[in-house]
């Protein structure tokens, strides 16, 4: 069994939803659950010569933050996003899983999971929706265990595009959403569930509520007896269908949904969705520049029901600070323009611990592990992060307040270290090399660093580029509007 000990830093704990920061603290990891908080600790004897112990003088020590909405298999379209709305993404990005092969997937989900650890995101919900094949759910697994990532896997069922037409030529799509192969893979990875040594779970993403209600219905129950107890989906008020009624109505709405987005919701669909347990979470980059309307991470009637995502890494960073941040002060200052409109001196009424807990112990909730992850806590999964507090931008604002140090002056250089499951996966400032496994339960068959990671990425961005070239954006939008509507 391994251990590691870090050492007298300033450790942001929980009590129920209040931050507890504690100066001068030791955190304990034993295997890869948090043995002991306080001062003065040491190994535990018989870990005394296979254990670490890690100095966190000048350093904050955090929980690991949790992502509940994101895409990690589109690496390779980095920066193709810049100037999209969402209809634009749909197209360039979504619906470009066409042109990826499994190989293509693998290195594009291990790249993302990467970007998010070396973030200080320990745990990701992950909508994963590029499903042509069983292989390419397969090694996209392959890819999340590998990478050492805490992960749900969510299993996708996607409209398929046969040929994407050219000139006069239509394009030709597959019109069973959910063929027997999809159904057979859906049986196998549940069986072999979960993955990556424990942390990788599978759970179910869908957003094609078109199709009836019985159909609907049937995939949950079948979900269910095979264990699975993640159940996520888009929406968003006028672009989509209400999934929010319409789960209420099919009798599936509970704690075990996870929305993404749900700007412009009804009051009457909050009531719903906050009655019946569910989460939500709220994306502010993508939700903002692509016209999805003002993001509801803030919004009072929701607060407890809240989480916060990435996304899509290919059009944004995967640094969840810059989301909570850009969240928190977009909803300040609605609050603030509401204020002068009514002749009143604008307040600062969204604190900083409430948006610390979005990113961590509400996500833990969102995705019903918050006994598990989410706080620095004795007895849960060792999911830390470490601050340099002594940085360019930390430097004194960790001794005034942790909180703001984190959460306003802390940039992804800032994270040094961070261990997932009781492993350390990023260390000095640089992720750690990584073990590919085989297969999705196989051992270790080669070891990359992040040059090497790198190098193949950008191979296979070359090749999925080549395929895409002349493809006609409009066959796209065609496709798009044949099966989404």
Known sequence: ??????????????????????????????????????QGLAL?????????????????????????????????????????????????????????????????????????????????????????????????????????????????????????????????????????????????????APFGDGRVYLGLAFDDFKVPKEVVQGLWAKCRDLGVDLFTMHYVAGHMKNSVALLKEYALLDKTILFSHINGIADEDINTLISHGAHFSSTPETELQMGLGDPVAFNPALKPHASVGIDCHANNSADILSQLRLGMQHARGLENTEARREGKYPSVSIKLEQVFNLGTIQGARAVNMGERIGSIEVGKLADLVVFDASSPHLVCAAEEDPLAAVLLHASVGDVEIVVVDGVVRKEGGKLVDVGVLEGIKGGVADVLDQGSISRKLLDSRERIVERGRGQDPGRGMEFLFKTFG
């Open 1 to 38: 069994m391994s251990a590691i000990l870090l050492q007298a830093g300033t450790v942001l704990a929980h009590e129920g939803d209040r931050v507890k920061v504690l100066r001068n603290h030791d955190v304990l990891v034993v295997g890869n659950k948090i043995e002991a908080i306080s």
């Open 44 to 192: 535990p004897d018989a870990l005394q010569r296979t254990g670490r112990i890690i100095d966190c003088r000048g350093k904050i020590i955090s929980p690991g933050f949790i992502d509940t909405h994101h895409h990690l298999w589109q690496s390779q379209m980095r920066g193709r996003f810049g100037n999209h709305t969402f209809m634009e993404y749909m197209v360039a990005g979504n619906i470009q899983s066409f042109n990826y092969t499994p190989e293509d997937i693998f290195w594009g989900q291990l790249a993302g999971c990467r970007e998010s650890i070396h973030a200080g995101v320990t745990t990701v919900v992950d909508h994963a929706h590029m499903t042509y094949s069983p292989e390419h759910a397969t090694e996209a697994i392959r890819a999340t265990a590998s990478s050492g990532l805490r992960s749900f896997f969510c299993y996708t069922p996607i409209w398929r595009i046969k040929s994407w037409g050219s000139g006069d030529v239509p394009v030709e799509y597959e019109g069973d959403l959910l063929p027997d192969w999809w159904f057979a893979t859906l049986e196998s990875l549940a069986a072999a």
